[in-house]
C-alpha cells in the first residue's frame, strides 16, 4: 500500500484548506486511516483517524469542532477538512494506514500506522 497526502498550502489565520491521502494497491477498505502532523524536532502527533468503512471517527482535542476527516472508499481516498486554521496547525501533515481494529490503533497512535508517504506542508500564517 501506498499512500500520498496532497493539498496544503500557505494560508492566513482562520481560512480552510482540504487535504486528500490517496492511497495506491492494497484493499484501501480494510485499513484505518490516520492524520497525523510533524513540526521539526518533534514527534509526529495525531490529529484525526477514521475506521475503515467510515463508521467511527476520532480527533485530537486540538481539532475537534475545526476539522473533519471523511473518506471515499470508491475513489481509494481519505480527505481531511480543515477550517479555522490557526498558526499553530503549522505542520508537515501525514497519512497513514493500519490494518488493526479502529479502537486499538487509535489508542497506540502513530506506532499503529503505516506507509506514511510523504506528507503536504501546511503553513498558516499573516
Known amino acids: 500500500v501506498q499512500l500520498q497526502a496532497s493539498g496544503g498550502g500557505l494560508v492566513q489565520p482562520g481560512e480552510s484548506l482540504r487535504l486528500s491521502c490517496v492511497a495506491s494497491?492494497?484493499?484501501?477498505?480494510?485499513?484505518?486511516i490516520g492524520w497525523f502532523r510533524q513540526v521539526p524536532g518533534k514527534e509526529r502527533d495525531f490529529v484525526a483517524a477514521i475506521s475503515q468503512l467510515g463508521a467511527t471517527t476520532r480527533y485530537a482535542d486540538h481539532v475537534k469542532g475545526r476539522f473533519t476527516i471523511s473518506r471515499d472508499n470508491t475513489e481509494s481516498a481519505v480527505y481531511l477538512q480543515m477550517n479555522g486554521l490557526r498558526p499553530e496547525d503549522t505542520a508537515v501533515y501525514f497519512c497513514?494506514?493500519?490494518?488493526?481494529?479502529?479502537?486499538?490503533?487509535?489508542?497506540?497512535?502513530?506506532?499503529?500506522?503505516?506507509?506514511w508517504g510523504q506528507g503536504t506542508q501546511v503553513t498558516v500564517s499573516s
Open positions: 497513514g494506514g493500519s490494518p488493526l481494529p479502529f479502537s486499538q490503533a487509535v489508542r497506540r497512535g502513530a506506532l499503529a500506522f503505516d506507509w
Open positions: 494497491g492494497g484493499a484501501f477498505s480494510t485499513y484505518g
